[in-house]
């Protein structure tokens, strides 16, 4: 097997780090090294992060290219983080939502429906699949029962148009999923449910600002939503992650992303 030395020295640190290191746990690094090169050498798969996988862990970009986006430097977060040291120092630029919550602002939605859109798509920072689900019940703990639901359901409506509010099928979608896509019958099923509901317009609404929160050259800021958060988010005082809830430790896998277990 070739090694690149260069390559394998770099993981190890600093020259000055890697000249202090005793042969023999040099030899050891190598050997990892090694394994984890013919791991990578024998398997056939093009991506070297799922699609799944959140944009803190590498994420490949929303096009479906496959290709993983650069990760950014993060910063250690504050001993009790609150959901404002979240959006600053995990989900910063939150672009989407930001825009997609000042839709919904400007347009003269309710708070709560604000807070929905503002928190729907968060979660794509822990994790991609089925972030409906995830970032409804990451939430769950702070928030009403109707935030949450609508969070939920938005996954599943987003690919079911609704004239009466103006929401057709997303061009976007049809270059992330392809024309011919057909949403699982799980979603399918959750469509029927939620369509039902006495919630629905709340999840449907979600969708429908969604679409007004791709736009490039729209400027937003946190501060129209400190106060809505302040009233609608339940802010544990041991701080996100470390507050005990059943949904502590999706915060706690945002705040320290890379621990390896
Ligand atoms: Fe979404
Ligand atoms: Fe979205």
Redesign the pocket.
């Known amino acids: 097997m070739e090694v690149d030395r260069r390559a394998f020295f770099a993981t190890l640190g600093s020259a000055a780090v890697v000249s202090r290191l005793p042969d023999e746990e040099k030899a050891e690094a190598l050997e990892h090294y090694m394994t984890d090169l013919l791991d990578q050498q024998t398997t056939t798969n093009e991506l070297v992060v799922r699609r799944g996988a959140g944009d803190l862990f590498g994420a490949p970009g929303a096009s479906g290219s496959g290709t993983p986006r650069p990760l950014r430097k993060l910063e250690p977060m504050p001993e009790k983080p609150t959901l404002l040291d979240f959006f600053k120092y995990r989900f910063a630029p939150a672009t989407?939502?930001l825009q997609?919550a000042t839709d919904a602002l400007r347009k003269g939605e309710k708070e709560e429906l604000v807070l929905a859109c503002l928190m729907?798509?968060v979660v794509l920072n822990l994790i991609k699949v089925d972030h409906g689900w995830w970032g409804a019940q990451m939430i769950e703990p702070y928030v009403s029962e109707k935030v949450s639901w609508a969070i939920r359901h938005h996954q599943a409506l987003r690919f079911y148009p609704d004239s009466s509010v103006g929401y057709e099928y997303p061009e976007l979608y049809t270059r992330i999923f392809g024309k011919d896509y057909v949403p699982e019958p799980y979603i399918k099923k959750t469509y029927d449910y939620a369509r039902n509901h006495k919630w629905y317009m709340e999840a449907r609404m979600i969708t429908v600002h969604?679409l007004y929160?791709f736009q490039p050259d729209m400027k937003v800021s946190m501060d129209p939503f400190v106060d809505i958060i302040g009233r609608h988010f339940k802010q544990p005082k041991e701080g996100l992650g470390f507050d005990g809830s059943p949904t502590a430790h999706m915060w706690r896998s945002m705040i320290f992303p890379d621990h390896p277990l």
Request: charged share 30%; no cysteine; proline share 0%.
């Open positions: 989407h939502v997609s729907h798509d969604d929160a």
